[in-house]
């Protein structure tokens, strides 16, 4: 691994450790995973101090990179920075949201592991695009040193004890945004592009990525509601779809921000005219499941058949492919009946 450092005076190669003993931070090239466990065990008092800082996920914040061109300097969920002088080559992705990304923007090539969920076409928009040569990875700490990455990229769920003993482990780590927006999850792809060095693939899908302008002058009153109780209000992505494809999210007249519980009485109370539906059954079954209750009966958006399932996995990704879902609710938003 010689594509970054933690300082300028350590040496390029290798694994740096954040926390050496004295003088400046040493780096092994093939230090075995087991000894870096160990290390994280012996510190002193002031070494203590500093990790203490771990333990608060309130302290973890999302990298940024500096720097035009190489060398970059990353800047860690805690503030440390590391400078690569090239792209990394060995590349830990640890959220299935980096998996997309990275396959999306030609960087495969530099990825040595992605999650274990990067396979599920339920779950995953790249399903079958990695080589079985990429090592699918659980989130444990084990498997993720063995690989000997010279980057590792977690998000903002990822367990604040693997961040911890990633960063003990003197790995770099790049901690994505919480995506709230359609704006963060561009920030999160442009950040991973110009640290492996694909802008120019990065540029071609953001200017794919269009908002139509909606010329909806009195907004339908749209529901997003998964059978199961749930719904979505301000703060999430599928928020965000609904007003850019010209409706208005029934959510807001309770006030209550992103992803919440919803039993049938308070979704009906909300009075939509149109439905969402979004859950893990059919297409077919689940607006027929709903129009079929007694008690939606006198809903506007089952009175009028304007029903519609959405499925795919883009509705639960946090990259760039969410972004398909607004094709699919604009679609759903312009039907005069059910779409199952």
């Known amino acids: 691994m010689n594509s970054m450092k933690k300082s300028s005076n350590m040496p390029a190669k290798g694994v740096c450790s954040r926390w050496a003993l004295s003088g400046p931070a040493t780096c092994k090239s093939a230090m075995h995973p087991v000894w870096l466990l160990l290390g994280l065990l012996f510190i002193s008092p002031v070494q203590a101090e500093s990790r203490a ?81 990429v090592t699918r990875v659980g989130g444990d700490i084990e498997s993720i040193l063995a690989l000997q990455p010279d980057l590792v990229i977690v998000a903002s769920y990822t367990r604040i ?7 003990g482990a003197g790995l770099p780590v790049l901690r994505l945004k919480a995506p709230e927006t359609l704006a963060d999850l561009k920030a999160n792809l442009w950040l991973l592009a110009e640290l ?7 540029r071609i899908i953001t200017n794919s990525l269009h908002i139509p302008k909606s010329t909806e002058v009195d907004p339908p009153r749209v529901l997003y509601y998964d059978l199961s109780g749930s719904s979505v209000g301000p703060g999430d992505l599928t928020h965000e779809l609904i ?3 010209g409706g208005y999210n029934v959510m807001l007249d309770t006030g209550l921000k992103g992803f919440q519980p919803l039993n049938t009485e308070q979704a009906i109370s909300l ?60 679609a759903c938003l312009k039907a005069q009946e059910s779409l199952p």
């Not at 004890?161 to 960063?167: C, I, M, Y």
């Not at 492996?196 to 990065?202: F, L, N, P, S, V």
């Not at 006198?298 to 972004?323: D, I, K, M, N, Y």
Request: proline share 6%.
């Open 161 to 167: 004890e693997t961040v911890r003993l990633l960063l």
């Open 243 to 245: 007003s850019l494809a």
């Open 53 to 133: 800082g771990l333990l608060s996920d309130g302290l973890l914040k999302a990298s940024e990179l500096h720097g035009e061109g190489f060398p970059k300097q990353l800047v860690d969920p805690l503030g440390g920075t590391v400078l690569f002088q090239q792209p990394p080559q060995r590349i830990v992705s640890v959220t299935l949201a980096s998996d997309e990304m990275l396959a999306d923007l030609g960087a495969m090539p530099a990825v040595v592991g992605v999650t274990h969920l990067v396979d599920n076409p339920d779950l995953s928009n790249v399903a079958g695009r990695y080589p079985a040569a």
């Open 196 to 202: 492996t060095g694909h802008q120019d693939r990065a």
């Open 271 to 330: 009075q939509p005219e149109i439905i969402l539906l979004s859950g893990w059954a059919t297409q077919t079954e689940a607006v027929n499941r709903l129009l079929a209750e007694p008690a939606w009966q006198h809903v506007p958006a089952v009175e009028q058949r304007r029903v519609c399932a959405l499925t795919g996995a883009w509705r639960s990704s946090a990259s760039h492919f969410r972004w398909q879902g607004l094709a699919k609710i604009s």
